[in-house]
Every structure is written in C-alpha cells, then in structure tokens.
C-alpha cells in the first residue's frame, strides 16, 4: 500500500483551467506587438527604446515598491509590463525618458499599488499617469512629423506637426487619406495610429477569450453612430471611419477600457461602459476644448464602474420577487 | 438543438479511460462499515447488536426520522461492531460493521413486488422500506422526494446527465441496465401518478442515445433528451432549467418548480427493488485518475473499504497525491482508506499530481470570469472578497446562500483565488449566526 500521510487533504473542487494572470497579460503583450511593429516603421527605432524604457521602468517601480512595503513580489505577473508598453502607446515618440519614468513611477505607485495592487486599483494606470503627465501640456501635445530621425535615448528637438484629430477637431476632413489613418501613417502618439494594427490585436485578444467584443463594440458603435449622424458637413461615412481611425480611439477601446480592474465584471455592465466611454469621447471631441477625449472619457468611466455594477447585477437563478413593492437600495432586482 | 443553461464551464472530461469498460461485479470484502449516516438527514438508528447473525438486505439501522433512510446489511454474516468507525466525510460516524460468511443468504421477507397491484401509497412505502437514496451524490431519501411532489409535480425528470469529469458509473448503469432504469421510471410515474417523464443525457454519450432509443416504450411515456455537455449540467436546478425553462425558486424544492428529479442509477436500485425485492445495498462506482493502474467500473457493496475498491482496480500505479470520494469538482478528499463506500459513492478518483495548482500570491484581476461561469448567476468575487473582510451581511445580500458549491468559479479563476471554498466558508458562517 502506498505511502498515504503524505495525501493531500483540500476541499473542492480539484481541478482548475490553466489560464492564469501571467498567460492574460502576456497574451495582451502579444496582441499590442503589432502596433508597436507600426510604431517602429513610421517613427524609427526611437518607438521601441521609448516602449522598452516605459515597460522597464513599471516592472522597477512595481518591485521596488512591492520590496520597501515587504510584500510578496508579484511582477511575474507581467502586468506592469503591460502597464509600461500602454503608456509608452499614449505618449508623443519624442517624449524625453526622465518624463515616461515619472509617469511609470505615478501609473505603477500612486495609481496601482497604493489601492492595493493588481485588480484593486479603479483607475487605468497607464491613462491616469497620461493624465497626469499633462503637466509638462508641451511635450505632450508636440507630435513629431512621421519618418523625422529621432536619437534613441536623448531627448529630441521636435516641431509639431498636425494631428488627423486636430483637424477634425475644426470638423475638416483630415489630409491623409483614410487607408494612411486606417494603416498608421499619420502623426500622433507612439501606439495609437494604427487602427488597423490594433483591431489585429482585438481580434487575437477575442480569440483567446481575454476580452469579449461586448466593450469595444459598444464604445466604437456609439462614436460611429454619433458621428455618422452628426456629419459636421463631410460625408457621413468618410467623416465617421476618419473619426474611428484617429487619436487614441482604438487604443482605447480596445485595450483600456476592458482593462479588467478599472471595468465592469459584468457583460451588460461592459455594454453600459462602453457606451458611455462612446458618448463621452465624442462629447468631448466635438464641444470639449481640447482635441482628444478619449482618456478623460474612459477614466470618467472607471469612476462608476461600482455603481454599474450594481445596477447590472444579473438576475440570480430562481429570483423571487419581495412579496411587497417596497423600493430596495440594490440588488437582487430583476433587470 | 441540445438543451442547457446559462453559464457552466468545459472542463475536458477525462471520461475515455473508463466510458468503454463495462461494469464489473467486485467480490464482496471480508467486512463491510455501514454509517448510520450515508443520506441527508436524520442518522438512522441501529437495531442489531454486537453477535447478531444477519441476513443479505437485512435492516440494521432503521430510518431515525421522516427524512432519513433505512440501512440493510450489504453481505450476510455477523455483527462484529457497533461503534464509530472512519466515515468519507472525515469525522467518525457511529457504523454497524458485519464481517462476511461469504454465503449472501438473502433475507428471506425480501420478494419481488408487483407495481401493477400496488397502490401509490404502496409503492412509496416499499421505496421507503428498501432504504433508497438518491444515487446522484446528494442522497435525499427517495421517498421524501416522491412525497415532495405530489401534487405539485407535473414533471419527472430523470437525470443521467453525469457532468463531473472521469465519472462514468450512470453511463454505464444507462448502457448495461437500460431495462431496470425503465422499469424504475415506470414505478416513480406510478409513485407520483403522472404520465410522461423525460430522461436527459448529455451529448458526449451518443451510445446511450443509440442503445436506449430502441428499447423506450412505445406509448411515449419516456423522453429521450439531449443536454449539452457542460458541467454543472447535472445539477438538479440547471437540470430543471434546461428542461423546462423553469427555475427553482431561491430556497425552495424542486417540487415548487413542478418537478422532481432522480438519478438514473437510483431509478435501476428502485426497479431492482420491486423485480427481486433486494433493497439498497450495492452501487457502481468509478475507479480512474492518474494513479490508478486499471482504471474500471465496479459494482461494489455499500460499505466496502475504499482501499479494496481501489486494490480491485488494480491498486496505485504511482503514489497518489490525493484520493477523491466523487468527481473532482464536487468530490470530497480522503485520507483515511478504511473508509466505506455509501450509498452516493458514484466514483473513487487518485491522482498522481496537484491538478488544481494555486497560486502563492492569489488574486482577483476582476476579470469577470467567475460571473460568467457562475450557473446561478451570482457574483462570486464580490461574495469570497466581503467573506474575506468578515463582511457576512454583504455576503448574504450578494445571495451568498444560493450557492450551489459547484466549484466553477474556482475552477475558471486566473487569479487562482479559493472562490468557492470562501463562499463556503461564508455560508456556513451566516447559517451558524443565524442559529445562535
């Protein structure tokens, strides 16, 4: 008989899946690439030093903090690398290093791990710290024109160059056609020009089953539809696939908001999350004061994703409804 | 078009190594261990003595209560004990322990019964005497279940679902005895004075279709239903959904929802009953996982020791890491060999590795897979974390006590978090400060 003081003794039940949080986050790492491949051929290597730089400086920042509070050490985890590469996406190329370090330090310290880590934090890290580092407004809206050399490391003299957003912002048609807008080139920050590159990279996360199409889908319906009624004069169609392939739109909805932490756990919480992350980002792109509004549209989001989820409970399995129509608070409520 | 539920998961069903093997009598071993507690309920209470000679099918503990279930001697032979003894559930339970003469001299009362001369009253009394269970696991007394309907119940469903991973035993039961799990749908119609009942088989045992296609009688009185493979989909409520589109409602019976539900191989122990008058002393139970050498289907006596079970199934091949009474989302870990088989042993597993790996740092990405996967559409997340803070009054109003415990949330998590094992937890918190 075999040896059985050794059997061990847990309750059920005793099978699990494989997936854990390391597989999700490198499969985001991959459906990111790329994007990042298009970065690299319209603004030089200087696109991949920039990311490199941003994903590094998470991981330290995650580990230092993580060994100073004497907790576990969890960059393992892979997700302040993905932290890293989306801020490194939402900033100008020719960003100086000392300033993607200050964001990594906010995204990863301030925003993260002061709520208490992976999943706790209820605001998108990357976007806070982009948020954040508007304080420096200058380099941060100066885009260099595609194709200029940049050095790698040091911090370049750029002049600026129109943005596909800037001129839309004046309700005209950008000047690059729609297949430059749709493959990338175009100005604009490091990750988010080409919408065909991340729609590849939505594509793979959906067939992993990282992410579903429930929030992509609601917020990219909602800014199309908008747009498409709401023309500004040009055509209906050109001016609403000039919209969605421009800014951060598909950066944003596609790889921010299904952030899991900062989005709703349910399917129809996603839906409502994403409309509104729709509504907002074409409010704000149409009367806002500044061009872009898709950061500001999601961090608004991540802000009522408690209550979303309150109001989009499901239905539980065998609900009875409370004999009287007495006004419950919350829960448990048939939607 | 296969019937189900929302939610569930696919967990690979590990069924191959034991679904193509038909059932094996096991020799019956030289003692068998009878808890007084092997139903939900209350103990039975013995009614032999230390020395008493008993026949095969003999009672020896009688039903301690309305919902409880009589006990009968699985071999004949001699009461050698009377006492608490090592019990699956990891306590020690008070158990008659008979040692074997090896001659099965059945009880001579025992006679088959004819159900067309039987009333419903009849019937019931007779499923009650023979000691029956339900043989799905959760072993509620099948005479209760029968009285819960009446009048209520205008469905009979017949469960042969078996969804828990490596299990194979009611496909088996299904195949082999097809005739018995008719005739014991026959005398539950009768039992509960309805007309047609509907048998639900998941998809991936097409050789259940094919056999039992032909031999379903011809009035139609029995419906053959196709459910889609997905576990928890044995569970009685998502049963009940999937069938009916009904639900359960949130703390009541099956009956409130018009429906009765047994196992198929419970439905084979109560025709057994009425065609040799044998009451419930035997069971099919699979033996498979990684450490076993000959992974099989026995039919094995109530009460035998689960090291013979496995020693019949060829013993270890390599040293088990963990031995399972059940499938390995719902079943419960052993660590004691002497324990007994009882009535809802529907498998022993033994598996050579962890197969659900932790991980040290576990936590909840809030990836929402857990509320997908959730088959009672709770938010199992918000549960195990407010069960974490001591938060028991959030953990109730998030419907905490509507868990089913079937382990999905678990089972999906990335994270890795203990999901149901908190939720458990959390329960049996609430239940216990509600009692004070």
Known sequence: MADLSKLTVSSSPHIRHEDNTRQIMVDVIIALMPALAIAIYVFGP????????????????????????????????????????????????????????????????????????????????????????????????????????????????????????????????????????????????????????????????????????????????TVALLCFLFPHGNGRVEFMLAELCSGGLMLGAIFMATDYSTSPVTKKGQVVFGIGCGLLTVFIRFFGNMPEGVSYSILVMNATVFLIEKVTRPRKYGFVAPPKAVKTPEGGKSK | MAYTFRGGIHPDDQKAATNKKAIEPMAPPKQVVLPVSMHIGAPAKPVVKKGDQVFLGQLVAEAGGNVSANIHATVSGTVVDVAPRPHPNGSKVLSVVIENDFQDTPDPSLHPLDMDAMTQEEIINAIREAGIVGHGGATFPADVKIRSGLGKADTLILNGAECEPYITSDHRVMLEQTDDVILGIKVLLKALGLQKAKLAVEENKADVFSHVEKLLPADGSIELCRLKTKYPQGAEKQLIFALTGREVPSGKLPADAGCVVFNVDTCATIARKFRTGMNDIRRIVTVSGSAITAPRNLEVRVGTPIGEVIEAAGGFKE??????????????????????????????????????????????????????????????????????????????????????????????????????????????????????
Request: with cysteine; aromatic share 8%.
């Open chain 2, 319 to 436: 040293e088990p890491n963990k031995i399972l009474m059940g499938g390995p989302m719902m079943g419960v870990a052993q660590f004691d060999l002497t324990a007994p088989i009882f009535k809802g042993t529907n498998a022993i597993l033994a598996f050579c590795g962890d197969e659900a790996k932790g991980s040290k740092t576990p936590s909840c990405i809030r990836c929402g897979r857990c509320v997908e996967a959730c088959p009672m559409r709770l938010m199992p997340t918000y549960i195990y974390l407010y069960g974490e803070k001591g938060n028991l009054e959030a953990c109730e109003k998030y419907d905490a006590l509507d868990c089913i415990e079937c382990g999905a949330c678990t089972y999906v998590c990335p994270g890795k978090l203990p999901l149901v094992q908190g939720i458990r937890s959390a329960k049996q918190r609430i239940l216990n400060a509600r009692r004070k």
């Open chain 1, 46 to 221: 200087r696109a991949l030093t920039l990311t490199a730089v941003s994903a590094a400086g998470c991981l330290f920042f995650e580990w230092l903090y993580q060994r100073l509070m004497k907790k576990p050490v969890t960059v393992g985890d892979c997700s302040a690398l993905v932290t890293g590469i989306l801020l490194a996406y939402c900033l100008p190329v020719s960003s100086p290093m000392w300033m993607v370090l200050i964001g990594d330090a906010f995204a990863i310290i301030v925003v993260k791990q002061l709520y208490g880590g992976i999943g706790k934090n209820f605001m998108n890290p990357a976007l806070s710290a982009r948020a954040f580092l508007m304080s420096f407004p200058v380099i941060m809206t100066t885009w260099p024109a595609i194709r200029t050399k940049l050095p790698l490391f040091a911090t370049p003299d750029v002049v600026s160059s129109a943005t596909p957003l800037a001129s839309l912002k004046q309700g005209l048609m950008p000047n690059a056609s729609l297949t430059d807008l749709a493959l990338g080139m175009v100005g604009g920050s490091m990750g988010e020009i080409s919408a065909l590159a991340l729609l590849a990279g939505g594509l793979y996360l959906i067939s992993r089953k990282v992410i579903t199409f429930h929030t992509p889908v609601a917020y990219l319906g």
